[in-house]
């Protein structure tokens, strides 16, 4: 039986993409039963509207406060019962809220190699540091940016200096690792 996962994005949304082609293809034995986005313009939505994935747009500033916020969304991953939540380009703290209802199964991809490089600009920041050895990592998600126990990672090394190339091997990279991860983590 397929097993239900939801995904979080806030940007572009091609991470979300390759996971919903894996899906699709039946390389993942997964659905995604909601694509979740904060950001009511970003593309991510475009992308899952065309795959006919259910998406779930809220702005945090329509609620009170971060809690409401979270308890709307886990009130949909309970009624979907959403077994695994991948944030893909989420640019957010999870809070309390999410945290609680679903610590441990919450898991976010990062582009550098954890510990290095947190935040929101990794590529860039690790590019303009001298890396010669880039990378992806997955890891859970607890309440710190960007940390959490590690659960998987890939070394893309680059000496060039075309950061444009740089961040299209790093997505490549991303796609793979992010499926391969996904389908290990359903088969535990
Ligand atoms: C990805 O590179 C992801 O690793 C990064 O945002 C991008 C989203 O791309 N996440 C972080 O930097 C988290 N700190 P996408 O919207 O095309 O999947």
Redesign the pocket.
């Known amino acids: 039986m397929k097993r239900n996962i939801a995904v979080f ?8 993409e390759a996971i919903a082609r894996a899906c699709a293809d039946g390389t993942l034995n997964a659905r995604i039963a909601v694509c979740v986005v904060d950001k009511p313009r970003a593309y ?1 939505i475009v992308r899952a509207e065309s795959l006919g994935i259910p998406v779930l747009v809220l702005s945090p500033k329509d609620f009170p406060s971060k809690r409401e916020y979270e308890k709307e969304i886990a009130d949909r991953l309970d009624r979907e019962n959403v077994e695994l939540v991948c ?3 989420y ?1 957010r703290i999870v809070g309390d809220e999410l945290l609680s209802r679903y610590g441990g199964k919450i898991i ?4 550098a190699l954890l510990p290095a490089f ?6 860039e920041d690790s590019f303009r540091y001298g890396v010669k050895v880039f990378g ?1 990592t997955i890891h859970y998600v607890d309440e710190t ?2 940390g959490g126990k590690i659960i998987s990672q890939v070394a893309v090394p680059y000496e060039g200096s075309d950061i444009a190339e740089l961040e299209a091997m ?2 490549k990279a ?1 796609h793979k690792l992010y499926v391969d991860t996904v389908r290990c983590l359903l088969c535990e």
């Open positions: 994005a806030s940007g572009s949304g091609s991470n979300f991510a944030l893909a380009g640019m976010n991809i990062h582009p947190p935040g929101a600009h990794a590529i992806v940016l960007d790093i997505h991303e």
